[in-house]
């Protein structure tokens, strides 16, 4: 068994390749690409399908991940990920797209349902629950004038990059609360409006 049972389990959703790098449904991606470059640290491939890079932050021994199956599928990895790692699933958080939220609005969720949203329920179905904490980030709710898969797996404009970096940052901030004071705390330092 590995020696990460007490250990922090940070999930980013997205879709592997080039092609989906910049897309919004890839924020999760993006939240943790910025905690590696801040910590200095590089992905490596896991056992399966996923990458994965260990780093001590805020005292504490932590798991950054991103599987590289395709979102609908992200359960496999991440249920290969807690079980193989022994993580708690009170120390484990997703940081998903959402599209119910206004670009840039910050979500965070003890546990619950998926809300529509692929990734999700994929992670519930193969973990058989939901008492996971996640972290949703809005990626805008224009899709309704377009179709929603066009939407999610669009770039974002010049302007809306603009208006995610910092938010990106946030969402750093807000993982490294989570791991250092807790979810219900983070819920309420970061919850706005």
């Not at 890839?26 to 996923?50: D, H, P, Q, T």
């Not at 991940?65 to 022994?86: D, F, H, L, Q, W």
Request: aromatic residues 8%; hydrophobic residues 40%; contains cysteine.
């Amino acid at each position: 068994m590995p020696p990460f049972s007490n250990s922090y389990l940070i999930i980013g959703l997205g879709n592997p390749g080039r092609r989906y790098e910049r897309t919004r449904h890839n924020v999760g991606f993006m939240v943790l690409n910025r905690i590696a470059e801040k910590l200095n640290a590089v992905f490596r491939k896991g056992r399966s399908s996923y990458e994965i890079v260990d780093v001590h932050w805020n005292e504490s021994a932590v798991l950054l991940a991103k599987p590289t199956t395709y979102m609908n599928n992200s359960g496999i990895a991440v249920a290969e990920m807690v079980r193989y790692y022994n993580i708690s699933l009170s120390n484990t958080l997703v940081v998903v797209d959402e599209i119910e939220l206004p670009l840039g609005r910050l979500r965070l969720r003890k546990q619950g349902s998926s809300g529509g949203h692929n990734g999700l329920q994929s992670i519930i179905q193969q973990l058989g629950q939901q008492t996971f904490a996640r972290l949703r980030i809005g990626i805008g709710t224009e899709f309704a004038k377009r179709d929603m898969v066009d939407f999610v797996l669009s770039n974002f404009s010049r302007n809306e990059q603009e208006i995610l970096d910092p938010v990106l940052d946030t969402c750093v901030e807000a993982i490294g609360s989570f791991i250092h004071a807790g979810i219900d705390k983070t819920m309420n330092l970061f919850n706005k409006n």
